[in-house]
């Protein structure tokens, strides 16, 4: 039979839960000067476990004090199993959420070092914190007696239900591991769709892909419409482009000069302007004798796809100036009017005077 609490018991449970106390207090201590060591090193993982074991083991070193203590009390049996049964309970909920946030940190960290300088990919880090959330309360369920078994049958049969419910959702959700898994966008990437939206991809989730435009609004696309549309990226199978612009110079030009001045230009405006390419080979390649002018292509390195507005304008301004220098001609496209015996004018078809154009590859 339990004999009655005494208040040397009293005493012992206080020191045995002070003790618990302290040493979660001096833990905590510990870890806190452990993560300014771990700020210091270039891997980002030794931060994220120091981060949760400051929950963990301070809250683990309470949780067993508070047991201890409660191993010293002459409690009934029924009233033991209690307090062991909810102390287990809160320990296996408090390590199933560290779990989650070291195990979502590291996928966090892995996947911003593989996508790029300020990528990131929640859909990865959702899905393994629910995965282990999800086996963090099996346990407790199993814990408190109450068996899983029938549980995880409704869920399978209730899961079929979800899922022709939910069939959009998950077409996303695969598509967005799809994605991700093929390497075909990442964070950081400039892509642009066949039905006309372009930016740089912020981030992929469980349901969407986010895209930041040029004019810095915020594009948003499912991602079963992103795997299953034609789409360009350029920044696969690298970063650097080249920029095309189309040109064109009289009749009367000296072809070898108009070739070596346009070079002359390409190297300075590759070599001054922020965003070219230096070591870029100057390249110019005639085409087309045209209706008032001979055309040519002029073919620029571009380090990165929003570089190629700014390299455009400044190789424009600064071959026309050199043009000017050189007394080369960049003629417009003329029309001829002939007067016919009578009095009548005959105006000859004349092609609109087509604009030039500029392409970018990758």
Not at 267 to 291: L, N, S, W
Not at 292 to 310: A, K
Request: with cysteine.
């Amino acid at each position: 039979m339990t004999r009655g609490l005494v208040l040397d018991d009293f005493l012992v449970a206080g020191i045995t839960l002070a003790a618990g106390l302290l040493a979660s207090f001096l833990l905590r201590l510990l870890l806190r000067w452990l993560g300014g060591h771990a700020t210091k090193t270039r891997w980002g993982g030794d931060d994220v476990i120091v981060d949760a074991l400051r929950s963990l083991l301070p809250w683990g070193t309470f949780v067993g004090g508070a047991a201890a203590a409660a191993a010293v009390l002459p409690l009934t049996k029924t009233v033991q199993h209690t307090v062991n049964q909810s102390l287990t309970v809160l320990f296996i909920l408090i390590a199933t959420i560290t779990a989650a946030r070291v195990i979502a940190g590291l996928v966090r960290s892995v996947t911003q070092s593989r996508a790029g300088v300020a990528g990131s990919v929640t859909i990865f880090v959702n899905i393994t914190r629910v995965a282990v959330l999800a086996i963090g309360c099996l346990v407790i369920l199993q814990t408190l007696g109450i068996p899983i078994a029938p549980l995880v049958t409704a869920l399978g049969v209730g899961g079929l239900a979800v899922a022709l419910a939910l069939q959009d959702t998950l077409a996303n959700l695969f598509a967005g591991i799809h994605i991700l898994a093929s390497k075909t966008v990442q964070p950081g990437d400039y892509i642009r769709l066949s039905s006309g939206e372009e930016g740089y991809v912020v981030d992929i989730n469980w349901r969407q892909t986010t895209v930041r435009s040029l004019s810095n609004n915020l594009v948003i696309i499912p991602n079963g419409q992103l795997a299953g549309t034609n789409m360009t990226n350029f920044n696969q199978p690298e970063q650097d482009m080249t920029l095309l612009v189309q040109v064109g110079v009289g009749y009367d030009s000296d072809l070898e000069h108009v070739e070596r001045v346009t070079n002359e230009v390409i190297a300075q405006v590759m070599k001054d302007v922020e965003g070219a390419v230096p070591d870029h080979e100057p390249a110019v390649r005639f085409h087309t004798f045209g209706d008032s002018r001979i055309g040519m292509t002029v073919i620029l390195g571009v380090g990165e796809f929003s570089d190629q507005y700014r390299i455009k304008h400044e190789f424009i301004k600064r071959l026309h100036r050199r043009y000017r220098t050189e007394g080369i001609t960049m003629p417009a496209p003329r029309r001829t009017i002939t007067v016919q015996p009578g009095g009548s004018l005959e105006i000859p078809h004349q092609r609109e005077a087509s604009i030039p154009s500029v392409e970018v590859a990758s």
